[in-house]
């Protein structure tokens, strides 16, 4: 059974940085990529970025791109998400997904397995 474990959260002050982890467990195929999304109190999921597995490429949304780095180690079947020069809107629980396609996509519900979710939490 797929499990996905996000870990890394906590509450910073606006400038800092955090990474978060995502670990695997339970694959039973090679093919896949990674996402991480976030939702803030009364908004809806959104997307952040997303790694494909085998290929390393990236995708991010455009409001994160410049500050949010996603990788991966394969040895420990872990995905990360740097997070530089975090602002408070930037407060929200982030979770990591799975998807069963080569390449990362940015729809929530093109994902199969989700995490518990980790909390972000970006003071002025």
């Known amino acids: 059974q797929v499990q996905l474990v996000e870990s890394g959260g906590g509450l910073v002050q606006a400038g800092e940085s955090l990474r978060l982890s995502c670990a695997a467990s339970?694959?039973?195929?090679?093919?896949?990529?990674m996402g991480w999304f976030r939702q803030a109190p009364g908004k809806e999921r959104e997307f952040v970025g997303g790694?494909?597995?085998?290929?390393?490429?990236?995708l991010y949304a455009d409001s994160m791109k410049g500050r949010f780095t996603i990788s991966r180690d394969y040895a420990r079947n872990t995905v990360y998400l740097q997070m530089n020069s975090l602002k408070p809107e930037d407060t929200a629980v982030y979770y990591c997904?799975?998807?069963?396609?080569?390449?990362?996509?940015?729809?929530?519900?093109?994902?199969?397995?989700w995490g518990q979710g980790t909390q972000v939490t970006v003071s002025s």
């Open positions: 997904a799975l998807d069963r396609s080569i390449v990362a996509h940015t729809t929530a519900s093109r994902y199969d397995y």
């Open positions: 790694i494909s597995w085998s290929h390393g490429d990236t």
């Open positions: 339970g694959l039973t195929f090679s093919i896949y990529s």
